[in-house]
């Protein structure tokens, strides 16, 4: 027997808990999201929906931003369980991935990790809402579509992220900066450019070097300058031509794409941001063109979230998304 205590794991798969909320009696009039939430996939079906968790911090760490954000799944979750459903659905709540960032390679692991999640998730054939983690969460969804039958059978995916940043950093290590461009070049080694589109872009939160990485790449945007209220015409053309370019979407929500006094628990709250009811219109169009394959939130960080502002609108986002989903 060793006498020495065993190295706690780098990546850990953490099994899902119940979900609870305000309960106002049985039946479909009363139904909100605990009650839909099963934990043991047997009792779920292709079609239903289901959750899996990315508690990691690392990203953001090594991005030099406000950690936090391993906390986010946990806070999503609860904020999202006592939302009243329009109509029964059922849930799958596979748990969380919890990276544990003193080690090396832990992130990388653990996007891995979630990658065969996914991968397995969408084979299955339920709609997967992925629960960040900072925005390095997203390479991690993408690898697991990466290795799903209908990508491996030609489908074109096309990723739209909703975000001030570009995310496109050419940095030593993965980080939550550097999502999309490690997408890029993922899809370059199989010959393919990648079909990136970014929706809230500010010109403030990205250097010319990133906008001139996002014009050698193909990448289109719409600037947040954009994306008011009044611009909804502009905006639905955008995801409409988004929608038409592909046949399999990779939504990513990165909820530092809403203004700051919406969504102040992220690492980089916004001054500017989309308004929440233009977000939310483009989550509800994505999802009702019958492409979207996953979603994922990212960068929820509760330990600078304002009486859970943040977390009810990330839990609003799915909330719509997943109700509306085709
Ligand atoms: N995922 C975050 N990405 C941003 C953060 C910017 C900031 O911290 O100000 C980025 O790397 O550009
Ligand atoms: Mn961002
Ligand atoms: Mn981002």
């Known amino acids: ?18 979900w609870s909320g305000r309960d106002d009696g049985p039946g479909a009039e009363h139904l909100r999201w605990h009650h839909a939430v099963e934990l043991d996939a047997e009792l779920t079906e292709p079609g239903d929906l289901a959750f899996v968790g990315f508690a990691c911090d690392e990203g953001v760490r090594r991005n030099k931003g406000r950690q936090g954000a391993a906390q986010g799944p946990a806070a999503l979750r609860q904020a999202l369980a006592s939302m009243a459903l329009p109509k029964p659905l059922r849930a799958f709540d596979a748990g969380d991935v919890s990276v544990d960032g003193t080690a090396d390679d832990a992130l990388e692991t653990g996007q891995q990790r979630l990658g065969s999640a996914v991968a397995h998730l969408v084979d299955r054939g339920h709609r997967v809402v992925v629960l960040g983690g900072g925005h390095e969460v997203a390479f ?10 209908a990508v491996r059978a030609g ?5 739209l992220n909703l975000d001030a940043h570009f995310d496109l950093r050419d940095d030593v290590r993965p980080s939550s900066g550097t999502p ?34 996002a014009q050698s790449l193909g990448v289109r945007y719409l600037p947040d300058t954009e994306c008011g209220v009044l611009d909804a015409t502009r905006v639905d053309a955008f995801v409409d031509a988004f929608l038409a370019s592909c046949e399999l979407v ?66 609003r986002l799915v909330h719509r998304t997943a109700t509306t989903w085709a």
């Open 1 to 18: 027997m060793s006498t020495y205590p065993e190295a706690a794991p780098a990546v850990a798969v953490v099994p899902a808990r119940p």
């Open 140 to 149: 991690g969804t993408y690898s697991g579509l990466e290795q799903t039958r």
């Open 155 to 159: 489908g074109r995916l096309g990723v």
């Open 180 to 213: 999309f461009l490690q997408m890029a070049q993922s899809e370059a080694r199989h010959g393919r450019d990648l079909n990136y589109w970014v929706l809230g872009i500010s010109q403030a939160g990205n250097t010319q070097a990133l906008f001139r990485t």
């Open 250 to 315: 990779h939504l990513t929500i990165d909820l530092d794409v809403l203004p700051a006094a919406v969504a102040p628990g992220v690492s980089a709250p916004a001054a500017y941001g989309v308004p929440m009811e233009v977000v939310e219109r483009v989550c509800a169009r994505v999802a009702r063109s019958g492409k979207l394959v996953v979603v994922d939130v990212a960068e929820l960080n509760p330990e600078f979230d304002v009486d859970g502002r943040t977390a009810r609108a990330a839990a």
